[in-house]
């Protein structure tokens, strides 16, 4: 009726119109909401609302509008737990932000060697690149994460990949003054 009076238009085909571009919206705010609560809770390391929030159907996978997955933010925290139970419900090991990162890169970036472990064996990638050409090695490297940097090395990753501006692990790690794993990196044969 008053979809009658704003418009002029009395049929069902109008209403039905109408009604599903309602249902749409809702169900897309609502879903935004989901997945802001999910980002929040992630952030805040809650594993208890994330897996509240799971429970009743949040997608594992949502992303923020940089393409930010909750496994990430868990990945970058090291939030050991949180990417178990993660992995476990299925999510997507080798999504990808705008910016070309994975999980397993932001892990070595901040040298959650354990996370790491888990990504490896739910299938990421370890030779991944992002948009600048950074993988997970070039990034255990320039920050010093020997333990990780040998955990990529044994997986036998390309101990000379270069970013797009043509540095490498071993030049990173010597810029940045780490000894032990320019030593891990030049044993693997990096020039």
């Not at 002029?8 to 109008?14: C, D, I, L, P, V």
């Not at 009604?19 to 909401?33: C, E, H, I, K, N």
């Not at 390309?158 to 071993?170: I, Y």
């Amino acid at each position: 009726m008053i979809f009658r009076r704003i418009t002029g238009y009395g049929s069902n085909a109008w209403t039905v119109a109408l009604m599903t571009l309602v249902m749409v919206l809702w169900v897309a705010v609502a879903d935004a909401g989901v997945k802001e609560d999910l980002v929040s809770a992630a952030r805040r390391s809650d594993l208890p609302e994330v897996e509240r929030i799971l429970a009743k159907g949040g997608n594992i996978n949502a992303a923020t509008s940089n393409g930010t997955t909750i496994l990430m933010i868990a990945s970058l925290n090291g939030h050991t737990e949180m990417v178990g139970v993660l992995l476990a419900n299925g999510a997507e090991v080798n999504a990808k932000m705008k910016n070309g990162a994975t999980a397993i890169m932001l892990a070595s970036l901040n040298g959650h060697v354990e996370i790491v472990k888990m990504l490896l064996a739910k299938g990421a990638k370890a030779a991944a690149k992002m948009n600048n050409g950074s993988t997970p090695l070039i990034l255990a490297s320039q920050n010093g994460h020997a333990d990780v940097v040998r955990l990529l090395l044994a997986r036998g990753v390309n101990v000379n990949v270069k970013r797009n501006d043509g540095a490498t692990a071993l030049m990173l790690a010597f810029q940045n003054g780490h000894n032990e794993v320019c030593e891990l990196l030049t044993k693997a044969g990096a020039k």
